[in-house]
């Protein structure tokens, strides 16, 4: 009795492992579109080096073979760091991108779902591990300018998993980054309009620094503005406002620590308009750059 064997190639042994629902290591790639980054380092961004802060506000959708599509939907405080030579750092809830700009402003970064992972949900991501995506394969293209004191950014790209030659994933990114001052642009009207209010409203607060309150404007905790108030001041209402006055944010009373009553807000200090107003019951103080700790 005669027994013949045939070489059967490794693209093959996966086919038949998927047709079979064997998962197979081995069978697992990943493909990118649509985020390499139009900027370079650049030589001469001397202009540009600041901190700013903004908001993203991000869309993912992530499509899985064998299940429905589930869009994700967030909105949360960024901050972008330029240096004078050529880099740049976005970071999002902690997680720090690191990329590049260019001698125009133009600049960007590449985030893989690790990096979004904050703003994805754990039943997605573990949907796509499931289907072979590697989370710190690049996924997304950040990029956009900035014009100090604003910036402002878009977010693409699409990631495809695939095993056996076989797309078994897709994750679909989308979003923009906008800078709270941003508005303030091209209009020369607008501008001085905006400056002579904002300067005529910041002449006439008192400084946070003498009331022995706190401005912590990154928590240990959630990473988010907490403001501590002197035994003495009970327990009033807390709001930051524009410079205008228009409230932003309420803080959430949060108890006592040391006696110290303690409130707690949505974003990150970095988040908020620079400058802005905090209005503790019924006293506004100036909060010249909410990204720094008062105390």
């Not at 004078?84 to 997680?95: H, K, M, N, P, S």
């Not at 878009?154 to 076989?166: E, F, I, N, Q, T």
């Not at 607060?205 to 108030?229: A, Q, Y």
Request: hydrophobic content about 35%; aromatic content about 6%.
């Amino acid at each position: 009795m005669f027994k013949f064997f045939m070489h059967i190639p490794s693209l093959t042994r996966c086919s038949i492992a998927l047709a079979l629902g064997i998962s197979m290591a081995g069978c697992s790639s990943s493909t990118t579109s649509g985020i390499e980054l139009s900027a370079q380092r650049g030589d001469a961004t001397a202009a540009y080096a600041d901190t700013y802060s903004g908001m993203l506000s991000l869309t993912s959708t992530a499509d899985v073979v064998g299940t429905d599509s589930s869009t994700d939907q967030r909105t949360e405080a960024v901050l972008l760091e330029v240096t004078a030579d050529g880099l740049v750092y976005l970071t999002i809830l902690g997680v720090r991108i690191h990329g590049v700009v260019d001698n125009n402003g133009n600049w960007g970064v590449q985030a893989s779902i690790r990096d979004f992972q904050s703003l994805v949900s754990e039943k997605n991501i573990s949907r796509l591990q499931d289907a072979g995506c590697s989370l710190d394969t690049k996924a997304a293209r950040v990029q956009g300018v900035v014009r100090p004191p604003a910036f402002s950014g878009d977010v693409s790209g699409v990631l495809k998993c695939k095993r056996a030659g076989v797309t078994m994933a897709t994750l679909t990114t989308s979003g923009t980054l906008t800078a709270p001052s941003s508005g303030v642009a091209d209009d020369s009207t607008a501008d001085t309009s905006t400056d002579d209010s904002t300067e005529t409203v910041s002449s006439n607060l008192p400084p946070l620094g003498p009331t022995g309150i706190i401005w912590k404007p990154i928590s240990e905790g959630n990473r988010k503005l907490v403001i501590i108030l002197p035994p003495r001041y009970g327990k009033p209402t807390l709001t930051i406002r524009n410079m205008s006055g228009t409230v932003i944010d309420t803080g959430n009373y949060d108890g006592l620590h040391s006696k110290r009553p303690i409130y707690r807000f949505k974003l990150p200090g970095g988040g908020y308009p620079n400058p802005c107003i905090l209005r503790v019951g019924t006293t506004d103080y100036l909060i010249r750059n909410p990204v720094n700790r008062v105390n």
